[in-house]
């Protein structure tokens, strides 16, 4: 399969892109969902930003290097990447900052309605969010198995929040489907697509969604703790009052008056001074997967995932697979449920292989396929076979949980 892998490897037309990120010797690297790999671009425009930006320029550079256009120049960068329009997307904050901000903002647009609708087993921040506001009193938590959600959907839920690919196995939504009957139902739907934005092809204005917040640092490349990203349809953004108004979220900033005014636009959704470093580095990810092109990426993901799965089932490797078996009905991932996945993660870890764990029992393996290639998966497997038929995990060393996994 060594062979068959270097043939399809030759014939890849995203190859040329491994050599734009710095993928450490010996490694095979599977937790792209987690942390995307660093951009090689990336080390030289943070020196320029350090040295001669604010080095040199100092405070200047908030206008001569456009450092106050940043959130906004970012975000419409990222708004073709998921089927919006590029005044509808800002860059700013974290997820879960986001999460609250646009929750808070769905709510009072729904006066009398309380309940935000999701699933158990969310991802944590997204239903901690909600829980969050409802010790305030201000909402309503409701969690209804994705298969009953619909009948979920009530005359007393203000919104709908849903992660878009799922955490633990990549199972997609039907984003139109679900979006459709939220709206029939009265409510607003908010988005979470950080296991989906730049890694598959997402339409929030084909499907008509309200709202969505997304990650920086997954596939987008853009550094540990880089900005998120949050979404308003245009319909929304007149009537958005998001909760968090902070002086660079005003409709004039400079004029520092003592009463707030939203900014008209998306801008609203900006806080407090943004973080300069963060939005460089996270702009040099953006450019390049803005440059490779979704729908090319995804196509080849869905081609590499299937091509583990090959190899897995010729090494007589038999886990199972707790994702869609179709690839089109999952994110760009597989995760396989083993009762001592902890162990056998460590293990592949100690090679060279870099996936991840999720509790209880999930082994999570995401195909970034801007750096990945079909070699990868031929050998990943190979370890993976090795690990499990010597009984390599066994060992004390990879059973014994750190405080932090």
């Not at 997954?218 to 958005?240: M, S």
């Not at 592949?348 to 996936?355: D, E, F, M, Q, S």
């Amino acid at each position: 399969m060594l062979d068959r892998a270097r043939v399809l490897d030759a014939g890849d037309p995203l190859a040329e892109y491994r050599e734009r990120f710095l993928v450490p010797e010996g490694v095979i690297y599977l937790d792209g969902n987690s942390l995307g790999c660093l951009p090689s671009a990336t080390p030289a425009r943070l020196e320029e930003v350090v040295r001669g930006e604010w080095g040199q320029d100092l405070i200047r550079s908030w206008n001569t290097a456009g450092w106050i256009d940043l959130p906004a120049r970012i975000g419409a960068k990222i708004a073709p990447l998921i089927g919006a329009q590029p005044h509808e997307v800002i860059a700013c904050d974290s997820v879960s900052v986001n999460l609250f901000k646009l929750i808070s903002a769905g709510l009072a647009m729904r006066p009398g309605r309380k309940v935000v609708l999701s699933e158990p087993g969310n991802f944590p921040t997204d239903i901690y969010m909600i829980e969050g506001l409802e010790t305030q009193g201000l909402a309503e938590r409701r969690l209804a198995p994705r298969d009953r959600l619909m009948e979920a959907l009530g005359d007393d839920v203000a919104l709908l929040l849903l992660t878009h690919a799922h955490y633990k196995t990549g199972e997609l939504f039907d984003m139109a489907e679900l979006t459709r009957a939220a709206h029939d139902a009265g409510a607003l739907v908010l988005w979470d697509l950080s296991h989906s934005g730049g890694a598959l092809p997402v339409d929030l204005g084909a499907c008509e969604a309200d709202f969505a917040v997304g990650c920086g640092y997954k596939y987008l490349n853009g550094g540990p703790g880089a900005p998120a990203y949050a979404f308003v349809a245009e319909r929304r953004i007149a009537a958005t009052q998001q909760p968090l108004s902070g002086w660079m979220g005003h409709a004039r900033p400079f004029a520092f008056s003592d009463d707030y005014a939203p900014a008209p636009g998306i801008e609203r959704l900006l806080c407090g001074t943004p973080g300069i470093l963060g939005l460089a580095a996270l702009e040099v990810g953006v450019d390049l997967i803005a440059e490779i092109g979704v729908e090319r990426l995804y196509a080849k993901s869905q081609k590499l995932s299937e091509f583990f799965r090959q190899c897995l089932a010729e090494r007589g490797i038999d886990l199972e697979l707790v994702s869609p078996t179709g690839p089109a009905q999952r994110g760009s991932q597989l995760s396989f449920r083993h009762p001592e996945a902890y162990a056998i993660c460590q293990a592949l870890i100690a090679r060279g292989v870099i996936g991840d764990f999720r509790d209880p029992d999930i082994l999570r393996f995401g195909f970034a396929p801007a750096y990945l290639c079909f070699e990868d998966m031929a050998e990943a497997t190979r370890h993976m076979a090795e690990v499990l038929t010597s009984g390599e995990w066994r060992r004390e060393e990879f059973r014994k949980r750190a405080a932090v996994t």
